[in-house]
């Protein structure tokens, strides 16, 4: 009889802002669930989606990148309930990572990305860059860890997160960890968390531009940055529209 993953606790750090009356609800058999995906040498593979419904919803996918591959994954999480996504990737020499995520919303939904990054081999390098939006008592979380080998010399790895409080209530957390055992490396993370700039909110009404149309102009050069790498302009649009959708009345 195969048995089944235990259910994560707070004491598990990958979990530690997930929402548990939600996991709760989930089939167990749901935390046993990955999607595997292997590139080959010299591959390269973009996926962009537009994630999270009115339910609780997990989402984990395991990357192998061959050497020389590149991987590119964007990501909107958009969910009213709470929607994890967990992204585990094991980059060979010369391998590259892109993922860009979003995480927007309000009431009291929790969206989240937890990513591990392992840089096995040589000259690999990765770059994520997450943004969270958030407003009534909604929450973004990123958590990302980065794990360089011995002998992964010449890694070049970035991670990058900020979050924008549209409302007192609202939270974002982000937790950055480097497991770093080679010696010859680029790591470096970066973290901020802030409300609406509201000299830049002025300067826009002070021309007639209407409150609205400024909070979305605002938001929009916020959140663009996650998806600034992907080249396809047509799935880069589609993202931005459907982030940019579920700001709705929000002041």
């Not at 802002?17 to 010299?42: H, M, N, Q, S």
């Not at 055992?181 to 007639?208: L, P, Q």
Request: aromatic content about 8%; some cysteine.
């Amino acid at each position: 009889m195969t048995q089944l993953a235990a259910l994560p606790t707070q004491r598990d750090e990958e979990w530690r802002y997930a929402d548990f009356a939600a996991l709760e609800t989930l089939a167990p058999e749901r935390f046993d669930e990955w999607k595997e995906i292997e590139l080959a040498p010299g591959e390269t593979r973009r996926k962009s989606m537009v994630l999270g419904g009115e339910s609780p919803e997990l989402h984990r996918i395991r990357l192998t990148v061959g050497e020389g591959a590149r991987a590119e994954l964007f990501v909107a999480n958009i969910g009213n309930d709470y929607t994890r996504v967990e992204v585990e990737v094991r980059l060979a020499k010369g391998a590259h990572f892109q993922f860009g995520g979003v995480t927007i919303g309000g009431g009291d939904a929790t969206l989240e990305f937890v990513t591990r990054t392992i840089h096995a081999e040589p000259e690999a390098t990765s770059e994520q860059v997450v943004r969270s939006v958030h407003w009534g008592q909604g929450i973004g979380n990123f958590l990302g860890r980065i794990d360089v080998a011995r002998d992964a010399q010449k890694t070049d790895a970035a991670q990058d997160f900020k979050g924008l409080l549209l409302e007192r209530g609202a939270s974002a957390n982000a937790k950055p960890e480097l497991e770093i055992f080679a010696d010859d490396v680029k790591c470096a993370h970066g973290a901020a968390i802030g409300e609406m700039d509201e000299t830049a909110r002025f300067y826009m009404a002070a021309r007639g531009i209407p409150p609205e149309v400024a909070k979305t102009l605002l938001v929009r050069a916020f959140i663009a940055d996650a998806f600034a790498a992907l080249e396809d302009e047509t799935e880069q649009e589609r993202l931005l529209d459907a982030a940019l959708a579920v700001l709705g009345d929000v002041a």
